[in-house]
């Protein structure tokens, strides 16, 4: 079973920099989108970023200047770059990559996940 595995969490200081890497344990045919979710405690996962296979980006407005995806297509690796980081910033970081197949019934879709990554944000 093909796994995404992550790198690259830790902790910081407030106003400081990381970044997390996530790439396949395998092979991965036809995938798609690649992102980063995260999840607070007592709080629901949401999504941070994400990027098309064309290098389209989406990012949720309390990290937008901060944080920067990117996607090397050649190993479907994904980064995340995140600076000025804050403590609300502090949350386990899963990476996902979705898998897009075109089928005799139309098209399907399944999503791969990494095993999360602790960033915390602390003086």
């Known amino acids: 079973q093909v796994q995404l595995v992550e790198s690259g969490g830790g902790l910081v200081q407030p106003g400081g920099s990381l970044r997390l890497s996530c790439a396949p344990s395998?092979?991965?045919?036809?995938?798609?989108?690649m992102g980063w979710y995260r999840q607070a405690p007592g709080k629901q996962r949401e999504l941070v970023a994400d990027?098309?296979?064309?290098?389209?980006?989406n990012y949720t407005d309390s990290v937008k200047g901060r944080f920067t995806i990117s996607r090397d297509n050649s190993n479907n690796t994904v980064y995340l770059h995140m600076k000025s980081l804050k403590p609300e910033d502090t949350s386990v970081y899963y990476c996902?990559?979705?898998?897009?197949?075109?089928?005799?019934?139309?098209?399907?879709?399944?999503?791969?996940w990494g095993q999360g990554t602790l960033v915390t944000v602390s003086s």
């Open positions: 996902y990559a979705r898998q897009r197949i075109i089928t005799n019934s139309g098209p399907r879709e399944y999503d791969y």
């Open positions: 395998g092979i991965i045919p036809s995938i798609n989108g």
């Open positions: 990027i098309t296979n064309g290098g389209s980006t």
